[in-house]
């Protein structure tokens, strides 16, 4: 058993092996390793030499990356720990070298479980996906401060077009930054059916746009048009990379609300290989879709909050519930009644854990395909005698008494 306690430049590693001359005794060696690459490839030559063949570390930072990979490369079990499960007791002495024996011991007793780390070929798909988002919100952000621009400039375009950012939209603030400042030629650049706005047009394009703004102007939409080509070529490396399990993604695209980009950002988070989740109850406690329990002397305490989870999953799950609500399915349906007596925050994460759950059925079983139970699932599997009285007693609040005679 090894432990590494990882910082940026240094690696502080602790090992402990059963003494052959003392039976129930441990050998222990701890010494300390540069990060880089040549001084990684010495440790983990030494740790092979010793025979150790699981290696515990913490997941300091994004330090511990470049350890992990190269000791799971040379076929060590690498166990990622979470920080907070080997937390030190008060009053501890805190340095790098107690806190690696420290956490060889914890991992030794067996007193700690390994976070879940995708393969390769996933990791690689989440980096991609990852990005992808970061790309997104930049590129968004940009545009924002192109509406605000308008705004300054008493340029009320978007009051009339719904995206500034669409073809004729573009079209007009393209020729804008180019120094074009009449109204009634802006609003010839309209196409289609936004040709019927024109009048409307030429009043929001009457404003104070100066080349102080046309400057700025340029430079936003130089740097949308940046990111959006950015955001196509990432698109184009996930595409390649997910080619081998297309049809997975596929049925994936299949679950209401779920749509294809869901569907990749699902899988990059998660992973295709389900023997890490026993059950789907296993995949939503990991992803904090389910409410923590806290109880002492008998009585439950806090407000069965779930916790933070992985953000990049919970973003895309609470899309996909709020996509879902809107359509008339069972999963728009258990949204709806959640949210008429729970509020919607709560619907959507419910929503969002029933999605969590379709989706490792659908990986834990290739041939298993998305069914949906339909809008009147609940009230086709709702009791007669429950309904009656849930009738009776809202005619009862309303003020009225109920005699029920059956229909002949």
Known sequence: MAALDI?????????RVPDQERPGKRLQEV??????????????DRLAGLGV????????SDYWKPVFYLLEAHGFETWLVNARDVKHLPGRPKTDRLDAVWL???????MIRPSFVPPPPIRRLRDLTRYRRDLVEVCTAEKQRVEKLLEDAQIKLSVVVSDIFGVSGRAMLAALAAGERDPKVLAQLARTSMRRKISRLEEAFTGHFTDHHAFLLSTMLARVDAATTDIARVDAKIEELVAPFAPTVDRLDEITGVGRIAALVAI?????????FPTAGHLCSWAKFAPGVSESAGKKKGRGATGHGNPYLARVLGEAAVAASRTNTFLGERYRRIARRSGAKKAIVAVGRSLLVIMWHLLSDPDARFRDLGADYFARHTNTQRKIRN????????GYRVTLEPVA
């Open 7 to 15: 910082g940026k430049a240094e690696v502080m590693c602790c090992v």
């Open 31 to 44: 010494r300390p390793y540069s990060t880089m690459t040549r001084s990684l490839l010495v440790l983990a």
């Open 53 to 60: 063949t699981r290696v515990v570390m913490e997941s300091t």
């Open 104 to 110: 060889c011991k914890v991992a030794e007793r067996q």
């Open 268 to 276: 990059a988070e998660i992973g295709l290989d389900m023997a890490r």
């Open 391 to 398: 009738h009776i007693s809202q005619l009862a609040a309303l």
